[in-house]
């Protein structure tokens, strides 16, 4: 009987090692990760002047207690108005921006820094990286009216303004800059 009682146990032991184990002893799947925030995270401006509908879609790059003007946008040196993917510059009606025609459509935008003038370049290339800039692409170059700041602005900014019935201004805001663009609409 005892010879029975140990087989018995035997193969009640081998039937446990090989039965799956419950939920209760298996871990749970590992929770999603929240994906952390952009370092530059996305931007947009957006405005109605007069018969047109402009919007900027763009990523903002902080300051991080860099020096940014002459620093880490370099004078000289076309830079892609923003960070990341090109910044895109829509319009669906003809518009102009500091004297030059925009035909209604998608452009990228970048600029030109320099330490006493700016231009904003208007490019028809569309959908590349920021860095990819095609100087063959661009529309026009227009100067840009420089105004300083009365205190820092960590975050890069681009807003579209309505001024009046038929004419706006973008405007380009980081560090200690502000950059003016006029816009009329006909």
């Known amino acids: ?14 039937a446990l090692a090989v039965t799956p184990q419950t939920s209760q002893s298996q871990t749970a799947p590992a929770a ?13 401006a957006s405005a109605k002047i007069g018969a047109a509908t402009i919007s900027i879609d763009y990523a903002r790059p902080s300051m991080k207690g860099r020096k940014i003007m002459g620093g880490l946008v370099p004078y000289d ?15 669906d009606a003809a518009i102009t921006i500091g004297g030059a025609q925009v035909p209604p459509g998608t452009y990228t935008i970048y600029s030109l820094p320099g330490e006493k003038a700016w231009k904003l370049i208007i490019n028809k290339q ?7 800039y095609d100087q ?13 700041l009365p ?5 890069f900014t681009i807003t579209l303004v309505a001024t009046g019935a038929n004419a706006g201004q973008m405007v380009l805001e980081w560090e200690n800059t502000r950059l003016i663009a006029p816009i009329t609409v006909k």
């Open 1 to 14: 009987m005892l010879t029975r009682s140990f087989v018995i146990a035997g193969l009640a032991a081998v």
């Open 32 to 44: 999603p990760q929240a994906k952390p925030a952009p370092a530059s995270p996305p931007g947009q």
């Open 77 to 91: 040196k076309v830079w892609r108005t923003g960070a990341n993917a090109a910044t895109t510059l829509k319009t």
């Open 126 to 132: 569309t959908g590349q990286w920021g860095t990819q």
């Open 136 to 148: 063959a692409q661009d529309l026009a170059r227009v100067d840009l009216k420089i105004e300083t």
């Open 151 to 155: 205190q820092p602005l960590e975050l």
